[in-house]
Structures are given as structure tokens and as C-alpha cells.
């Protein structure tokens, strides 16, 4: 079997399709158009998020039987159609789901303490005790949306912290000794924080709005380490100036390309995008909650894993 390689993982994946009988081809530089005229010549894909796998690229893709996705979602996939064509969807959200709770607990961590305006006001010379006082996560109320592979990660790290766990899901029986199923309205009436773990579907794009927000009962903390889409940034910003939403931290934007690389150029600086790169109260991170060198190296054995489990 043929397995075309779109981006650039951890060497080990290749190192280990090889010695499993694969025949690896890399190509990390052609156009999306390039890849299509010679992707009838392969078994398998693997990706992160280099461009989307769309039904026109699928369809020249003839003998294709697996694709890789070098991550936890698949949105960048036309998953329906993948499947109906009889092609199996690979994905790895095993690989980065410890180093995502890590971050997101290190980011409520900072926000609770005022890390971040703390050390720039001493890069300017300031010494403010009482204006960086901060809180306790011990007592408060974290709500997760979404119960999978991140969200139980992160409800694991805060059984370290007298803090009481809720999580709200579409899909049934995912309560364990971690956190407890709630509704939705009883998550919105009673959390302190909000932490998002859910995939880009038609169900959570544009999620957390105006009327999302309002619906909580006190003023809250929100995190996203999912998708920025999950998001509409002008309510959040909304949201934050008349204290309904107490701080944020944000390791993925409304605003990403697709591939998750890059973000607008600077001149076209959205308004809301602005307030957030200026809060004191807001900590931004280039979408690496799960980026870490542990993490790499898990998500590319884990695809390894997969693809030896169905097709040797």
C-alpha cells in the first residue's frame, strides 16, 4: 500500500510505516490541484490540516481506503462522504488530549491569578500587590461542554483541586468518577467556568453567542482549546465589557485559516480581535494547547497504531 504524507509529523510515523511494508511518499509543498492529478495512486493520506478534503478531491482520490489526520478533529474531512465511499477516518485525539488539559488548567490558573498583568506591570516598573490580589479555584463550579477525549483529560487535572466537576453532552453514559452529566440549563445556572471540548459540527459553530452567554446565571470564566468557530468573538467581547464573561482564555480564534497556521494580515484587525489582544484579563495562545514534544510523538504512534490495527 501507497500513503501519500501532505505534512510534516514526527519522524517516527514514517520510520514505522516503513518497517511495517508501507511505501511512503512525502510531499509538503505542492498545490492542492498538484496532489489531486496523482492522488489516484495512493492507498492512504495522511494529514493534519494543510486544506480541506472536499468531495471533488475525494472523488479523484479512486483507490484511496484510509485517510490520516494527524489530530482529534476531522472537520477539514467530508467525513459523510469519506464514508460512504467506503474510506476509513483515521484521527488521533488519544495523541494530545493530556497536553490540552495541561494547558487549559495552566491558562485558568493564570487568568485566576492575574499572571499576566502581574508580570507586565513589573516590566514597567510597577510593584501592585492589592491590584494583582487573586482568586482560589478551590470551591468554584467547572463546567465542560463536551465530555470526549480532552474533556475527561481536563476533568482528571482538576481532581487535584476541591472544585466540583459538571459536563454537558449530546451523547449518553460518558459520566465517570471525574465529573457528572448535566443538562445544559443546570451547567449554565450553576458553572463558575466554562471550558469548550467539542468538535466543529453544525450543532457547535457559533456556539457560544449572545443568547448562550445571557443564559448563564452568574458571571463566568470561559476557555476554548476547541475550534475558534466554536465562538462568535463580538459577543464574547460583548460579553466581557459588561462583566458577564470575567476573562478568557483562548488557545484557538474565530479568525484561523483553515490549516490552523496562520491568521489575518494586520491591516484587517477585526474591532473585537483588538479588545482582546489589549485585556488584561484575556491570555491568547497560537492554537498549541495540544502542541507539546510529549504530544508529537503520541499523535503520530497513534496513527501508526491505527493503521497496523486495520490493515496488517
Given at each position: 500500500m501507497k500513503i501519500l504524507h501532505l505534512d510534516v509529523n514526527h519522524p517516527l510515523l514514517i520510520q514505522q510505516l516503513?518497517?511495517?511494508?508501507?511505501?511512503?511518499?512525502?510531499?509538503?509543498?505542492?498545490?492542492?490541484?498538484?496532489?489531486?492529478?496523482?492522488?489516484?495512486?495512493?492507498?492512504g493520506i495522511i494529514i493534519r490540516s494543510r486544506f480541506n478534503l472536499d468531495r471533488a478531491f475525494l472523488d479523484k482520490a479512486k483507490n484511496l481506503k484510509f485517510i490520516g489526520r494527524v489530530g482529534a478533529g476531522l472537520e477539514n474531512i467530508d467525513r459523510s462522504y469519506a464514508e460512504q465511499k467506503g474510506i476509513a477516518l483515521i484521527a488521533a485525539p488519544e495523541g494530545n488530549r493530556n497536553a490540552v488539559a495541561e494547558h487549559c488548567l495552566g491558562m485558568l490558573l493564570a487568568l485566576f491569578n492575574n499572571l499576566k498583568k502581574a508580570d507586565e506591570d513589573i516590566g514597567f516598573g510597577q510593584w501592585l500587590r492589592e491590584e494583582n490580589r487573586g482568586i482560589e479555584l478551590d470551591g468554584k463550579t467547572v463546567?465542560?461542554?463536551?465530555?470526549?477525549?480532552?474533556?475527561?483529560?481536563?476533568?482528571?487535572?482538576?481532581?487535584?483541586?476541591?472544585?466540583?466537576?459538571?459536563?454537558?453532552?449530546?451523547?449518553?453514559?460518558?459520566?465517570?468518577?471525574?465529573?457528572?452529566?448535566?443538562?445544559?440549563?443546570?451547567?449554565q445556572k450553576h458553572a463558575d467556568v466554562l471550558s469548550l471540548h467539542v468538535p466543529l459540527t453544525e450543532l457547535t459553530l457559533n456556539m457560544v453567542d449572545t443568547a448562550f452567554i445571557n443564559a448563564f446565571q452568574k458571571p463566568f470564566w470561559l476557555l476554548n482549546s476547541s475550534r475558534g468557530k466554536n465562538v462568535v468573538t463580538s459577543d464574547l467581547v460583548s460579553a466581557m465589557k459588561s462583566g458577564k464573561i470575567l476573562g478568557a482564555g483562548l488557545d484557538v480564534l474565530e479568525y484561523e485559516s483553515g490549516s490552523f497556521e496562520d491568521l489575518f494580515s494586520s491591516e484587517d484587525i477585526p474591532e473585537a480581535?483588538?479588545?482582546?489582544?489589549?485585556?488584561?484579563?484575556?491570555?491568547?495562545?497560537?492554537?498549541?494547547?495540544?502542541?507539546?514534544?510529549?504530544?508529537?510523538?503520541?499523535?503520530?504512534?497513534?496513527?501508526?497504531?491505527?493503521?497496523?490495527?486495520?490493515?496488517c
Amino acid at each position: 500500500m501507497k500513503i501519500l504524507h501532505l505534512d510534516v509529523n514526527h519522524p517516527l510515523l514514517i520510520q514505522q510505516l516503513n518497517e511495517l511494508g508501507f511505501i511512503n511518499h512525502e510531499d509538503y509543498s505542492s498545490s492542492k490541484n498538484e496532489i489531486e492529478s496523482k492522488i489516484d495512486a495512493y492507498d492512504g493520506i495522511i494529514i493534519r490540516s494543510r486544506f480541506n478534503l472536499d468531495r471533488a478531491f475525494l472523488d479523484k482520490a479512486k483507490n484511496l481506503k484510509f485517510i490520516g489526520r494527524v489530530g482529534a478533529g476531522l472537520e477539514n474531512i467530508d467525513r459523510s462522504y469519506a464514508e460512504q465511499k467506503g474510506i476509513a477516518l483515521i484521527a488521533a485525539p488519544e495523541g494530545n488530549r493530556n497536553a490540552v488539559a495541561e494547558h487549559c488548567l495552566g491558562m485558568l490558573l493564570a487568568l485566576f491569578n492575574n499572571l499576566k498583568k502581574a508580570d507586565e506591570d513589573i516590566g514597567f516598573g510597577q510593584w501592585l500587590r492589592e491590584e494583582n490580589r487573586g482568586i482560589e479555584l478551590d470551591g468554584k463550579t467547572v463546567g465542560l461542554v463536551g465530555y470526549g477525549n480532552t474533556g475527561k483529560a481536563f476533568a482528571k487535572k482538576l481532581k487535584g483541586f476541591e472544585v466540583d466537576v459538571m459536563f454537558h453532552d449530546v451523547l449518553e453514559g460518558l459520566e465517570d468518577q471525574n465529573a457528572r452529566h448535566v443538562s445544559l440549563d443546570h451547567l449554565q445556572k450553576h458553572a463558575d467556568v466554562l471550558s469548550l471540548h467539542v468538535p466543529l459540527t453544525e450543532l457547535t459553530l457559533n456556539m457560544v453567542d449572545t443568547a448562550f452567554i445571557n443564559a448563564f446565571q452568574k458571571p463566568f470564566w470561559l476557555l476554548n482549546s476547541s475550534r475558534g468557530k466554536n465562538v462568535v468573538t463580538s459577543d464574547l467581547v460583548s460579553a466581557m465589557k459588561s462583566g458577564k464573561i470575567l476573562g478568557a482564555g483562548l488557545d484557538v480564534l474565530e479568525y484561523e485559516s483553515g490549516s490552523f497556521e496562520d491568521l489575518f494580515s494586520s491591516e484587517d484587525i477585526p474591532e473585537a480581535f483588538q479588545y482582546l489582544i489589549n485585556a488584561k484579563h484575556v491570555i491568547l495562545t497560537p492554537h498549541v494547547a495540544g502542541w507539546t514534544k510529549e504530544s508529537k510523538v503520541k499523535l503520530a504512534q497513534t496513527i501508526v497504531n491505527k493503521i497496523k490495527a486495520k490493515f496488517c
